[in-house]
T-cell receptor
Framework: DAGITQSPRHKVTETGTPVTLRCHQT?????MYWYRQDPGHGLRLIHY???????DKGEVSDGYSVSRSKTEDFLLTLESATSSQTSVYFC????????????FGPGTRLTVT | AQSVTQLDSHVSVSEGTPVLLRCNYS??????LFWYVQHPNKGLQLLLK??????LVKGINGFEAEFKKSETSFHLTKPSAHMSDAAEYFC????????????FGKGTKLSVKP
């Protein structure tokens, strides 16, 4: 298994509070991604990173920000959590684009009450 | 733009019978295609990938998929289902541009009856 961990694995928070999810990799891969998974939608890209301090928006980036200060860590922040952000969040890593597959972390289940 | 359509949201088979999970793709260039599996309350695991080499791709656990350009299809098959195959399966295409992200189908839930 690829060395990807996510923390926390489960979190319950209140509407309006900030939340930070962490993804940590030991593979030294350049690309890192944050997805959210919702029933009937598959996985959708939130933000991605193509190197240290290099990030860009994905399909569903509103209300989220990211940071990558080290190769191994990619943080996802919900600036002010809303109930619509209740979801399962997956981090993924990849050596490159094109034919390179992505390896996924175990996921973080976030509930916003 | 790249996209995938999984034609069945739910497939039910009996143990020992063949499995067919259908996927059509849309891509403006030669695509990279993947099948991922997700067991309940687990992360996603790569089953197989197509990257313009052989059109018949073999994956883990006896699964394979055939890339058919003329039909824009990438169906997943297995000759004989096992109870442990019960899971959700995602057909995925690599997006274009600088993102290189994966674009997921909505998933097919496979049930296996004893």
């Amino acid at each position: 298994d690829a060395g990807i961990t996510q923390s926390p694995r489960h979190k319950v928070t209140e509407t309006g509070t900030p939340v930070t999810l962490r993804c940590h990799q030991t593979e030294n891969h350049r690309y890192m991604y944050w997805y959210r998974q919702d029933p009937g939608h598959g996985l959708r890209l939130i933000h991605y990173s193509y190197g240290v301090k290099d990030t860009d928006k994905g399909e569903v980036s509103d209300g989220y920000s990211v940071s990558r200060s080290k190769t191994e860590d990619f943080l996802l922040t919900l600036e002010s959590a809303t109930s619509s952000q209740t979801s399962v969040y997956f981090c993924a890593i990849s050596e490159g684009q094109g034919p390179h597959e992505q390896y996924f972390g175990p996921g973080t289940r976030l509930t916003v009450t | 733009a790249q996209s995938v359509t999984q034609l069945d949201s739910h497939v039910s088979v009996s143990e020992g019978t063949p499995v067919l999970l259908r996927c059509n793709y849309s891509s403006s260039y030669s695509p990279s295609l993947f099948w991922y599996v997700q067991h309940p309350n687990k992360g996603l695991q790569l089953l197989l990938k197509y990257t313009s080499a052989a059109t018949l791709v073999k994956g883990i656990n006896g699964f394979e998929a055939e890339f058919k350009k003329s039909e824009t299809s990438f169906h997943l098959t297995k000759p004989s289902a096992h109870m442990s195959d019960a899971a959700e399966y995602f057909c995925v295409v690599r997006g274009g541009g600088s993102q290189g992200n994966l674009i997921f189908g909505k998933g097919t839930k496979l049930s296996v009856k004893p």
